[in-house]
């Protein structure tokens, strides 16, 4: 590792990646199939073949820059995140899986020569949802999972359907039924926390055991709107004071099941929504993430039960929607043993964790031998321009993929 | 009162006034100066000219019916409400009690002649505050109250100033400085209850006691918007959390306190309002009412200790804003009394209540001994096209201020 410094190496691509769609607020906006979008995969590409790299696109732009195994040829070991961001995201979020990916390989190249096997870096088309109402677009598509159907009448906000917007772009939708890669016997993503527990713990790197499942509900309470000055209390059903009550229970339960269960009252809308009239309605909604599927299905019933019981107290109607139900993800135990150990001989302080975002990685784990390093977010922070990882954890990062890669391609 | 059907007259006479102003969804909008208004005036001063009463406008709109006295022409009994009314309003609020007045003054001038004081109903221009925003008008210019400067440039929706509205329904500003009336006595105005109150307690009478006072608050709690799925519970500053405690800490606390106190959250606004992000803001409403100061006082003093008290524990920021505070009025006792034995008298059922809502008795209250009767309002509704009171209720109500007026004038 003498000639390379990680941390200083990362921080210049992630400057200089950023460059491709900065927007005026100094954050990055670089949305699927965009000119910048499109700017950011060709100086990727250009980058990864001055490194010595094999560059290929596939139909729909997910970009690959392969290192090739002497001996088995038929083996891809591949690592990478997402070049798309969020509307005025930061530096870190999914570019610096891309360049972990490369310096690491760059690394492995120099100081071990050919590996056995292929090693590839991903630089994936999509995964935010941002311009389209789709997530996941690249690595579904790497995965032969992507239906055209569900996307191509679909418009961003200029009115531009994703069809033309991707031929624009050079791509092309891939052939339904076409085979998919058989090649890929793992997938190793680097990715900023988007938390702020790595930090507070003041550790380099996190190693992602699961991603969290979600379930996500809307609650409607309906009591009574009345005249604040002439309804005695006794007299009301307001709707907020029981959305209260309800509140205050879910956190408790919460409480009482302790991390890694997290729920999240995140919306709240009343109506009228005027100072002196008591709420006639109170919608609300409610995020649960628990990386065990039976845990996280106990505590949403034990919550729905006690709102209705909380509900059925006060006199008000209540209805309960769950409109996602996501299963937890667990990564694949043997590499996250290779990642484990790879901290451990360097020496990198290390935190097993579960990941409570979603990532490229969980839809890809069901297919391949997947698994997941996170590096610290500073004070959490996650989509915003303020987004940092300091440059010793950015290079505690890429020692940790670089060694799990030569573990996994090199013998 | 052989000859005169309270009930059927009223409800007759509430469906006439009701055609001034009538719109598409069948509730009555009449704002202050506006063509329907201006025909509404005209329509009653011709009314009760033909009912036999002296009719006179003061400078700005306010109608006024006399029936003159015999022996103490200086002193004055009045009666009557508010001739305006909200946007798509109802038959009853307003209109009742100038209707109300004129029935009475009918019936006691036909069973019983001249009275020895003056009395008169009065048509009140304004008291809603729709079209403009200013509230109170006619009550504020009968007595010497209402200032030109604070209305003369106000606009309506429509960008017609307050002057030129006034000026084309051919009234003026009532010069400042000149005389106002020394000759009102007694003011009692009949009104619906806007509560539901009388109908659950089955009772056709109210007889206010009290105004309310009202403080109005806004509260905002400023915590951290965090990630809702990678910020464990421990780290969280959760906004809506906090305020959640402190609307179950204020609905416990009014419990404490008991009728009359009222207590209201209407508004809740949170940021940035996002199903999977933890609110970093959750702004909202208080309305506290109670007919005694010192308990009011009390009581929002105690709010405010325990509302702080829970964000210091919840680790969140709070500001209390106080934006309005308005004493209780209290009634005239001993015309308070007159009513009260007029409704045993005449075997009518009534409660001794307080008026949650404001009233132009509360602005005469302080300059002329007054008091309020109230009739039910059937399931509380008020300022809506589906205002509704019995006819029996009508006429309790009718027959109540007609004995009181027998009362303070005859005698």
Excluded at 53 to 61: E, K
Excluded at 136 to 149: E, P, S
Excluded at 237 to 242: E, G, N
Excluded at 312 to 331: F, L, R, S
Aim: aromatic content about 10%; some cysteine; proline content about 4%.
């Amino acid at each position: 590792m003498s000639t390379f410094d990680f941390g200083q190496e990362t921080e210049k691509l992630l400057h200089w990646l950023g460059e491709f769609g900065k927007d005026s607020t100094g954050g990055v906006s670089r949305f699927l199939y965009k000119p910048e979008w499109v700017e950011a995969q060709q100086a990727l590409a250009q980058y990864m073949q001055q490194a010595g790299l094999v560059v290929q696109y596939d139909d729909v732009g997910n970009l690959f820059g392969r290192l090739a195994g002497s001996v088995y040829p038929e083996e891809t070991i591949l690592t990478g995140s997402h070049v798309d961001t969020v509307k005025n995201g930061g530096l870190y979020d999914g570019q610096f899986g891309i360049i972990a990916g490369i310096i690491a390989l760059k690394y492995l190249q120099q100081e071990y020569g050919q590996p056995l096997r292929n090693i590839e870096v991903v630089s994936m088309a999509e995964e935010e949802g941002s311009r389209f109402p789709y997530a996941f677009w690249g690595v579904k598509n790497i995965l032969g999972l992507a239906r055209r159907a569900d996307v191509e009448d679909m418009e961003d906000f200029a009115g531009i359907s994703f069809t033309e917007a991707m031929g624009k772009a050079g791509f092309r939708f891939r052939p339904e039924g076409s085979a998919v890669r058989q090649d890929l016997q793992a997938f190793v993503e680097v990715h900023v926390e988007q938390g702020g527990v790595l930090e507070a713990e003041n550790k380099s790197v996190g190693i992602v055991e699961h991603i969290v499942g979600q379930r996500r509900f809307t609650v409607e309470i309906t009591g009574e709107a009345n005249h604040a000055g002439t309804t005695p209390m006794g007299y009301r059903k307001d709707a907020i004071y029981a959305a209260s009550r309800i509140i205050c229970a879910i956190m408790d339960i919460t409480a009482s099941y302790g991390d890694p269960l997290v729920a999240t009252v995140g919306k709240v809308e009343l109506e009228p929504n005027i100072v002196n009239v008591v709420p006639g309605k109170a919608l609300f909604t409610l995020d649960a993430r628990h990386t065990h599927k039976e845990v996280l299905a106990g505590f949403t019933e034990a919550v729905t039960a006690r709102m209705r019981q909380i509900a059925g107290q006060a006199g008000v109607k209540i209805d309960i929607d769950m409109w996602m139900d996501a299963e937890p993800v667990p990564m694949d135990t043997a590499i996250v043993e290779v990642l484990k150990k790879q901290c451990e001989q360097n020496g990198l302080s290390y935190k097993m964790m579960h990941s409570g975002a979603g990532h490229d990685s969980q839809i890809m784990a069901p297919f391949i031998p997947t698994a997941m390093l996170f590096v610290p977010s500073h004070k959490g922070i996650s989509h915003s321009p303020l987004e940092y990882t300091a440059p010793r954890d950015l290079a505690a990062g890429v020692q940790a993929l670089a060694g799990a890669l030569y573990e996994l391609a090199y013998k």
